[in-house]
Each structure stands twice: as C-alpha cells, then as structure tokens.
C-alpha cells in the first residue's frame, strides 16, 4: 500500500508539472501570437500609407512609410518564429497529459485498417493516395505523414505541396501551412489557400472555404486555425476534437483546444 501511495503521489507530480509547464507554454505562445498579429497589421497599415503616398505624389513619406512596414514586418515574422517554437511544446506537453501518443504498433494497425475500408493505395513514390471517398483518403494521408513523414520543419525555402506524407529533401519548406495545404494535393483536392499550389500560408487559408457555425461539427480534413486572423497556425482535423499538424520536427497529433484564445474551423472542398 505504502509503494502505491508513493507511485500516485509521484504521478500527481509530475501530472501537475505537467499542467504547468502547459500552462507557460500557452501563454508563451499566445504573447508571441498577439505581437506577430499587432506587428502584421501595422505593417499593412503602413503599406496602406506608402502607397496612398507615393499615389499623391509624396515620394519621401512614401519611402519612409514603407521603411516602417518592413521594420513592423520583421517584427511579425520574429515573434511569429518564436510563437511556433512555444507550438512545438505545447504539442509535447499536451500529448502526454491527454495520452495522444500511440505506440508504433498501434499506428501501423490504425493505418492498415483505415486503408484496407476505404479499399485505397498509397503512393510514396508519387505522395498520392487514391481510392475511396475524399475524406477517406485524407484521413489516411493525415495517419500516413504522422506516421512516415520525416522530422524535418522549416518555415523558408522552395515550396512545394508534393511531399505532404514523406516529408521534403532539406532545402524545401515544411511548416504547419504548407503542410496543410499539400495535404490536399496529395488526395487531388483542390488547393484549399486559392493559390494553385504555388504557395500560401494561414491568412489565405483563413480567407477561403467558409467557417462552420458549430465547432462540434468539423470533420476530418477541415482546418483548425488558432489564434486571431491572420492566425498563423493551422491543424488538420483528424476526429474531432482531435487533429493532426506540423508545429514542430515532427508532424503528430494535437487537439482544437491546446492553445489559448479564439480558433476558427474551416471547411474546404475536398473534391
């Protein structure tokens, strides 16, 4: 009896680290995410300004108002950097506390059993799974990048929305937003951002599709966007109010309601 009361004392423990390290975390990144936004809008302010300027024929102010929106600019993308470090452990630190973790057994299984229903195959050669209906095989994209999708995230170099479920080579891009969005390539859907697969990131995410009414009514493959427009996080919904998403090195499972502060689900066609 004396062992046990020491093993659920220690489990109380470290759950309650746990939760405060949750709690640091959130808040962390919800400053980051705040400032990021501030920063983003003056920025666009600024631009506003420049062009009215320049429109009018005043090239000094045009050339100063401009200045201040590359300075309010770099200081979006600064804090937005260390918002998504802050995702990262939040991801962690949430994983455990709801026990989002499966063994490699238990994924390897989930992934069999999802592919062998929807009668689908999946092409690593390519990155295309086919077969089934559209939300069949996003989920099993979704499951497929958890699984083998290598530990890779950077937010600057060559886009491409073609490696949703290996992961790319180095020199590519792989963020939460270009994740996502290749997701959506990889079933053949259209590009839920609106720029043909040539780009985009979670404001044009934010500005396409529609908004669901009742947040209980996602369905696998929307998007959970986190934070105020224009967000800067994104996460796929896996079954609500689970997700999956790239915050970190690993793309792995998180839920709609691990960060602070507004979120949105969006829904984008799928076929």
Known sequence: MKKLREKLAALALKIGTDRKMLEVAQHRWEMNHIKAVA??????????KAERC?????????YRARKEADRCHHRAWKAHLRA???VGRVKEVNARIQ???QTQAEAEALLAKLIREAG????????KVTGGTPIQRIR???HTSMQRSREFYSQVGTWSARYFLTGPPDGYRFDCSSWFISGYWTIGAPDPSGQNFNGGWTGP???HGHALDHESEA????ACLFGYAPFFHVEMIDEYPLTGGHGSAAVDRGSVGMLPGPRQIRRYALS
């Open 84 to 86: 998504e470090f802050w």
């Open 140 to 142: 099993i994209a979704l």
């Open 99 to 101: 026990h989002l973790t």
């Open 39 to 48: 920063n983003h809008r003056a920025g666009k302010k600024a631009e506003a």
């Open 120 to 127: 689908a195959q999946v092409d690593f050669a390519n990155n």
């Open 54 to 62: 320049r429109k009018e024929h005043h090239p000094r102010a045009a």
């Open 205 to 207: 995410l934010g500005e």
């Open 219 to 222: 369905q696998t493959g929307d």
